[in-house]
């Protein structure tokens, strides 16, 4: 049974998520913010291998630990195909702003629908573009839980005033590929709580 672990990190309170396999030891990160250094750390203390790092989107708070847990690791780094262009521009994924500019190559690209299986950990691709152009959540089906990045958060949405960013597109994401879900499954945010796709159906203000 996959499970999955979270680290707060960074100046703006980056939830960095980790799917792990209890029996085989291995984990998939998703989102390594700023602290690639001491995420490895942490994963090696439990005992966990890192077979890949996935991003939900570009922007410098998901992924300046890449290199550094790349390197650590050797896990390759994969971003949604439509978001390539952010990643390594460093004005869009806004690095500039914090004074550390970053060009990031994802090592693979991946396309909306697709399943993945890293050591046996498996989950789908959905994109939902507006929060970025290439912003994408991961569902894990038989789990019932998605690493959701900044499209839906607890009561909000993701901000749309950044390069690339729509309001018209982000609504109609959520709505049209992540309110389709079962209402019970969990939505592990890029920032603040948890929350579930029936509460947010039902009471989130952006999207009545």
Sequence with gaps: MVKIGKMLLGSLGT??????DDNNKKAVVFDPAD???????KL???????????LTHGHYD???GCEELKDLTGAKVYALAKEEELCKDSMQNLSQLFGRAISLS??????????????GIT???IATPGHTVGSCVYYFEEEGFLVGGDT????????????TGSSVQLVKSIKEKLF????????FSGHGDVTTIGYEKQYNPFLT
């Design 44 to 54: 090696k203390s439990a005992g966990l291998s890192v077979e890949a790092i996935y």
């Design 180 to 187: 389709v879900l079962p209402d019970e499954v969990k939505v």
């Design 152 to 163: 839906l958060f607890e009561g909000s949405v993701g901000r749309t005033d950044f390069p």
């Design 123 to 125: 989950f789908r691709v």
């Design 35 to 41: 602290e690639g250094a001491l995420l490895y750390d």
């Design 62 to 64: 998901h992924i300046a």
């Design 106 to 119: 994802p090592d693979g690209l991946v396309h909306d629908g697709e399943v993945r299986d890293e050591g």
């Design 15 to 20: 939830n960095c998520y980790f799917a792990y």
